[in-house]
């Protein structure tokens, strides 16, 4: 079909910047903050330049004042270390954040602060920071879906005796001066907004040349390796990071999860807490099914805001009447964005699939094509597939009641993303 003829959404779609992989990173899974903050904290520790730390909610709690402690140190024995929050996400803990950097020399920006009611009045309000990104002396990095905020805690529900199931990855080699590079820009944008421009060009000039991001890369040699002297090393694999930024790279995440499950031949396994994907996503996910590939998704079991919950069982029917196998995760809160498709895609970030995260806020994925990292990720899920209750695949709520369902769901979610500036269909 010549392109001039193709519906107006396909050639936005085609425009979408596809993945630029780059090899020879070395990538270890991490699950939670009980594996992830020592990772941090001993990367931190052991920067001689700068740190970079963006991240949605940056609570005061045990286990993320540990992470503080090692941010002020670096900041006192002179290394440039740069924070930014999230207005929303971080507002509880902003006034404890605030005292902390201001005495230690850590350089502490918000992105859209809330502090005033005014503030959500002024227009984008709505479009978070929601990536969780570090990255110390451009070498060492580590990204994926997890706060600052210890496991076991909930902001709305408060304490629970099982962690949250969730997971980041931490990463040496060139694709971390890419990292470093995306966490800069989001505080650039969050300092001064003429200087995000700017930073945009850097963040794309950066993930073209190898030779440029391998330069930057020099500091893992000071920041030590990923696991201890007694472990095995990991090998070099092909990884790329994909940014969600409201600006050019809008829908890359969604581009890249599609093409990844249209291409897929034996299996898609999916963990995300929030799941109310648009057409092309949930069009892809049935004719997999249906072309006999095993599609499995991980969904909350234990709820923690009640609409989103409604949002995903109200896609329940469409999705399990085509093949699509569903499951409710219960032993905890569910906070992974996770897959793995035919046992070498995988990813791991901060994007769930819904449309805040792929049409409003700003996000982060690593996505990694290799059998070993997939292995290790698959082996995780699997045993959370193990230990949630499948769905039915008779539809639970069918006829009238269910279309009203269905209806309301897609209403109020149009009303959001017409408040935030987002036309058209989804």
């Excluded at 971080?90 to 006034?95: D, N, Q």
């Excluded at 890249?256 to 963990?271: E, F, G, N, P, T």
């Excluded at 009203?404 to 408040?419: Q, T």
Aim: aromatic share 8%; glycine share 8%.
């Amino acid at each position: 079909m010549p392109a001039r003829s193709q519906p107006a959404r396909w050639r936005r779609w085609a425009a979408q910047p596809a993945p630029h992989w780059l090899g020879g990173n070395r990538i270890e899974l991490l699950q939670g903050g009980d594996e992830m903050f020592p990772r941090m904290i001993a990367a931190i520790d052991a920067a001689a330049r700068e740190v970079w730390l963006a991240t949605y909610i940056f609570n005061d709690d045990p286990s993320t004042a540990a992470v503080a402690d090692a941010l002020d140190r670096a900041a006192r024995r002179g290394v440039a270390v740069r924070v930014v929050v999230d207005g929303f996400g971080s507002r509880p803990g902003l006034p404890w954040l605030r005292r902390r950097c201001a005495a230690s020399g850590v350089q502490l920006e918000v992105f859209r602060p809330l502090e005033r009611w005014t503030a959500w009045l002024q227009p984008g309000q709505l479009r978070r920071l929601h990536q969780k990104l570090c990255a110390c002396d451009g070498g060492l990095a580590f990204v994926g879906g997890i706060n600052l905020i210890d496991d076991r805690h909930d902001l709305h529900h408060g304490w629970a005796e099982a962690p949250r199931l969730d997971f980041a990855v931490a990463l040496e080699g060139p694709l971390a001066a890419s990292v470093q590079v995306a966490a800069r820009a989001i505080w650039a944008r969050s300092q001064l907004l003429r200087l995000w421009p700017e930073e945009v060009r850097e963040l794309a000039r950066s993930a073209r040349p190898l030779s440029r991001a391998r330069a930057l890369a020099r500091g893992l040699r000071g920041a030590g390796s990923l696991r201890g002297p007694d472990a095995a090393p990991l090998q070099p694999v092909r990884a790329a990071l994909l940014v969600r930024d409201n600006l050019r790279q809008r829908r890359t995440i969604e581009r890249s999860y599609i093409d990844a499950i249209r291409a897929a031949q034996q299996r898609v396994d999916l963990a995300v807490p929030y799941f109310y994907p648009g057409r092309l996503f949930r069009r892809a996910l049935r004719n997999a099914a249906q072309r006999g590939v095993e599609v499995r998704l991980l969904l909350q079991g234990k709820i923690d805001y009640r609409f989103a919950a409604l949002a995903a069982q109200a896609l329940y029917d469409e999705l399990c009447a085509r093949g699509v196998r569903i499951y409710e995760y219960t032993p905890a809160f569910l906070h992974a964005k996770v897959a793995v498709i035919d046992g070498r895609w995988a990813t791991v970030g901060s994007s769930n699939i819904d449309p805040m995260s792929l049409l409003l806020n700003l996000e982060a994925n690593l996505v990694v094509d290799d059998a070993g990292f997939a292995a290790e990720l698959g082996r995780r899920l699997d045993a959370a597939f193990a230990a949630s209750a499948e769905v039915s695949a008779r539809p639970r709520r069918a006829g009238w009641r269910g279309w009203i369902r269905r209806g309301f769901v897609a209403w109020v979610a149009a009303v959001y993303l017409r408040m935030a500036g987002i036309t058209g269909r989804y």
